[in-house]
């Protein structure tokens, strides 16, 4: 995957670090309530009955065993000299939970998701090579089969569960003990073969890393990294940053060294990252009862209602449905001061062209190629998984069909037709929106059907989120351009293509990837993943 992210002051700090990074947990004696005696696991639960009864030990319906963890408190952190892993700080986890009692397995994650990505195979082998978005979608998956919200666990969640009461380096003591966990191996092995921690759960030291729920940060950043021995502020049920550069990993792993799979360990990963090493084990809330109820998002329905009353002279319906609105000449300034390779610069257009209202959806897209890439299948979600060459030679198919020159935006134009004749950091306003687009917020880490969000200005959908969309040009700083152009030429001569617009993973506040000048670029031959596609133009003569 090739991303040029736009970090903060502080992230980029962040980059400069080790990518692993280390946090450390001190149990405070008297002050965690929890009682996690084992029982016998309970029999299955019954179709319709979703429930669950107070036992310590559930099992559900791909025979994966949870168990109750109660309410408690604990000092996260660590007296350290890893700055990441100060201050120590009181946490308080208000609400019981469930826990897988071990990673879930290959046999269970094929169960239902269809398919074994794993580099090392056996049925009782944790799952590995899975992304955290992988992750996420086995518990959608999951919570629809059996209409209970399973989740990751949060990292406050993962740690309290692992040090399950303890205070020491590892869950067993201070002393690598090769009965408990499975390090510095040449591969994984079956779950469950490793003694348990106080509390019954098996592997949450060595095996697979396993994905939490948060995105990566350091603790506090309130108090100086150089006083040690600092208490940070308590907290209560935390859920991590609001978004960040990766996401959470505890628990080392069977290739790692036995230092990385003690219990205060944590490392992050990017959401889409897929490595022999990581794998994941899964959460349920102890108080589920009745169905997981999807809500239809009203916002929703009024924007497909916009979209399909979409009609008049500025608007082209083509031979595949595709309807392409016009744009006008004009100029305005691209650009912005607060993000990387986005120094501005005045453009002028002096000819009108057409752009799809919606970026190029996946039935569009098999009805011209015969074929269909995509990770998330639906016919009005947008194509996915496609390189620059695919987004180009659907264009070339296209013209050929119609006998009109369809093409990819120059960046120029994108940018353009996404600002709307708006200055501000979204076509929308300065501040998130989630009603004009899918992110990392709302989306649940899947794409969309187009169409459903609220369009800018001149009527166009998904400008920010949903997926990447290629550009027709290389990537290049603008500093390097002419301060003024009049419909600028591409570049031929660099070694990425531009994406525009952000997707359904990327966060939404800030310095994002989806403003209306956030850019980044990828190698054309790639097909960089599920959350890039692309949408056409069409000259206007």
């Known amino acids: 995957m090739y991303c040029i992210v736009i970090p903060s002051a502080r992230r980029s700090l962040l980059l400069q670090c080790t990518f692993a990074a280390l946090v450390c947990c001190i149990f405070v004696p008297g002050t965690c309530?929890?009682?996690?005696?084992?029982?016998?696991?309970?029999?299955?639960?019954?179709?319709?009955?979703?429930?669950?009864?107070?036992?310590?030990?559930?099992?559900?319906?791909?025979?994966?065993?949870?168990?109750?963890?109660?309410?408690?408190?604990?000092?996260?952190?660590?007296?350290?000299?890893?700055?990441?892993?100060?201050?120590?700080?009181?946490?308080?986890?208000?609400?019981?939970?469930?826990?897988?009692?071990?990673?879930?397995?290959?046999?269970?994650?094929?169960?239902?998701?269809?398919?074994?990505?794993?580099?090392?195979?056996?049925?009782?082998?944790?799952?590995?090579?899975?992304?955290?978005?992988?992750?996420?979608?086995?518990?959608?998956?999951?919570?629809?089969?059996?209409?209970?919200?399973?989740?990751?666990?949060?990292?406050?969640?993962?740690?309290?569960?692992?040090?399950?009461?303890?205070?020491?380096?590892?869950?067993?003591?201070?002393?690598?003990?090769?009965?408990?966990?499975?390090?510095?191996?040449?591969?994984?092995?079956?779950?469950?073969?490793?003694?348990?921690?106080?509390?019954g759960l098996h592997d949450m030291s060595g095996n697979v890393w396993e994905w939490c729920a948060d995105w990566y940060d350091w603790y506090d950043t309130s108090h100086p990294y150089d006083d040690r021995t600092t208490q940070g502020d308590p907290q209560s049920d935390p859920k991590g940053p609001s978004n960040g550069q990766g996401r959470v990993l505890r628990g080392g792993s069977w290739r790692n060294i036995a230092w990385c799979s003690r219990s205060a360990y944590r490392r992050r990963g990017f959401p889409l990252s897929q490595q022999s090493g990581y794998g994941f084990r899964i959460v349920l809330d102890s108080k589920t009862t009745g169905a997981v109820h999807l809500q239809i998002d009203p916002i929703s329905e009024r924007a497909k209602r916009l979209y399909n009353e979409l009609d008049g002279h500025d608007v082209l319906t083509n031979s595949v449905g595709m309807k392409l609105k016009l744009i006008k000449p004009g100029s305005f300034v691209m650009g912005s001061w607060s993000g990387h390779n986005q120094t501005p610069v005045r453009k002028t257009l002096t000819k009108s062209f057409y752009i799809g209202v919606c970026e190029v959806t996946q039935q569009q897209y098999e009805k011209v190629m015969g074929a269909n890439p995509s990770r998330f299948n639906g016919s009005r979600r947008p194509v996915d998984s496609v390189s620059w060459n695919d987004a180009n030679e659907f264009c070339r198919r296209l013209s050929e069909t119609e006998n009109r020159p369809y093409r990819l935006p120059a960046e120029v134009e994108w940018e353009c037709a996404c600002r709307a004749g708006t200055t501000t950091d979204y076509y929308w306003g300065n501040k998130p929106d989630d009603r004009y687009a899918w992110t990392e917020h709302n989306s649940s880490y899947i794409v969309h059907d187009v169409g459903t969000r609220l369009p800018n200005a001149w009527g166009l959908h998904d400008m920010s989120g949903n997926v990447w969309e290629w550009c027709a040009d290389m990537y290049v700083d603008y500093s390097r351009r002419r301060t003024s152009q009049n419909d600028p030429k591409r570049r031929s001569n660099e070694p990425f293509r531009v994406l525009r617009g952000g997707s359904w993973y990327d966060a939404l506040g800030g310095l994002t990837m989806c403003r209306s000048t956030s850019r980044t670029g990828g190698p054309q031959v790639s097909r960089l993943g599920h959350h890039v596609g692309f949408r056409i133009v069409l000259d206007s003569n």
């Not at 169960?111 to 590995?128: A, E, F, I, L, Q």
């Not at 002393?175 to 966990?181: F, S």
């Open 33 to 199: 309530s929890a009682d996690n005696s084992k029982q016998a696991a309970l029999p299955l639960l019954q179709e319709g009955n979703n429930e669950l009864d107070e036992g310590d030990v559930f099992t559900n319906s791909i025979g994966m065993k949870l168990e109750l963890i109660k309410p408690g408190s604990f000092m996260m952190g660590a007296v350290s000299d890893a700055d990441n892993e100060n201050p120590v700080h009181k946490v308080t986890l208000t609400k019981p939970f469930y826990i897988g009692v071990c990673e879930v397995t290959q046999q269970q994650y094929e169960k239902v998701m269809g398919t074994n990505p794993s580099r090392y195979k056996g049925p009782r082998y944790p799952v590995d090579t899975v992304s955290w978005i992988d992750a996420h979608e086995f518990c959608q998956r999951l919570s629809e089969v059996e209409n209970r919200p399973y989740r990751l666990p949060t990292e406050a969640e993962w740690e309290y569960a692992c040090r399950s009461g303890t205070a020491t380096e590892y869950y067993w003591g201070d002393e690598l003990d090769a009965r408990y966990a499975w390090t510095d191996d040449s591969n994984p092995h079956d779950v469950g073969t490793k003694l348990p921690n106080a509390w």
